[in-house]
């Protein structure tokens, strides 16, 4: 999808414009949030208008669940950055994967509604690993999602019932919103039950396998935190596609 030179000017400005916005509030640090920009601008210069807008959606959620009682997280020394704010890395570790599959809808035009349903489940990983991780932490208790054994909120791999609820509604919640999204601004979609439901399996299960990956290799060194979010991701977009090539056909995909 390309966009005449105004209705691009303008996308290209208020991505920039968020951006500038976060960085004012704080939620990203300056290099995050020109890192951020550009990558928007791609998204919705390839993708439209309800990609981005999912895309945006996802951001504030996740700041409002990074400063969701900050002060609290701060004095548990479980907060993100120093302040709530997001560095470049973890931006990237959420932006990539997105931004590839974007670029999909121009590559392969025919393809694009799956191309939707694996972005949707992209952010609905993203929703759901940051609204189990920054409520989750405030729940008080967490186990390890391997052993089950009681380990400090916070750990990696750590898991509660509070957190896992969250996970599950910022899944869900990312795939209706993005069912809305795309219909609202004509984007090729699937079916909006059948977006709804693997956006959501996929997100929260991809949410799980952050949590196994984090507990046996980013505690271990091998992992960062951005590439262990990447690879959470990148197991919900794998789960959504598997759903795709199993199901996808009788829905027109």
């Known amino acids: 999808m390309y966009f005449p030179f105004l209705p691009s000017l303008v996308a290209a400005l208020v991505t920039v414009a968020l951006a500038l916005g976060a960085i004012v509030a704080r939620a990203l640090t300056p290099a995050a949030g020109a890192v951020a920009a550009a990558f928007g601008i791609v998204i919705v210069l390839t993708a439209g208008y309800g990609f981005l ?9 996740s700041v409002l669940a990074t400063r969701f009682r900050i002060d609290e997280k701060r004095r548990q020394q479980v907060q993100e950055g120093t302040a709530g704010e997001r560095g470049v890395s973890n ?8 931004t590839g599959l974007a670029v999909g809808v121009v590559l ?6 799956t191309v939707a349903v694996l972005f949707a489940s992209a952010l609905a990983f993203g929703a759901a690993d940051t ?7 405030l729940a008080g208790a967490a186990r390890s ?7 400090r909120p916070g750990t990696n791999g750590g898991v509660s019932a509070v957190g896992e609820g969250w996970a599950l509604l910022g899944a869900v919640t990312t795939g209706v919103v993005g069912a809305l999204l795309f219909q609202l601004f004509g984007s090729p979609s699937p079916a909006a039950p059948f977006l709804v439901v693997v956006v959501t399996i996929a997100g929260f299960l991809g949410c799980q396998v952050d949590s196994v990956l984090g507990e046996t290799l980013e505690n271990r060194g091998y992992l ?3 590439s262990t979010n ?8 794998a789960i959504a596609a598997a ?10 995909l």
């Open 91 to 98: 931006v990237l570790a959420h932006i990539l994967i997105p």
């Open 243 to 252: 759903a795709v090539g199993i199901v996808g056909g009788r829905f027109g």
């Open 53 to 61: 807008a999912l895309l945006i959606l996802f951001v504030v959620g």
């Open 224 to 226: 960062t935190k951005g």
């Open 131 to 137: 609204f189990a991780s920054e409520m989750g932490v």
């Open 145 to 151: 999602i391997l052993s089950f054994r009681p380990v």
């Open 108 to 113: 392969f035009p025919a393809d694009a509604p």
């Open 230 to 237: 990447f690879l959470g991701m990148l197991a919900a977009v």
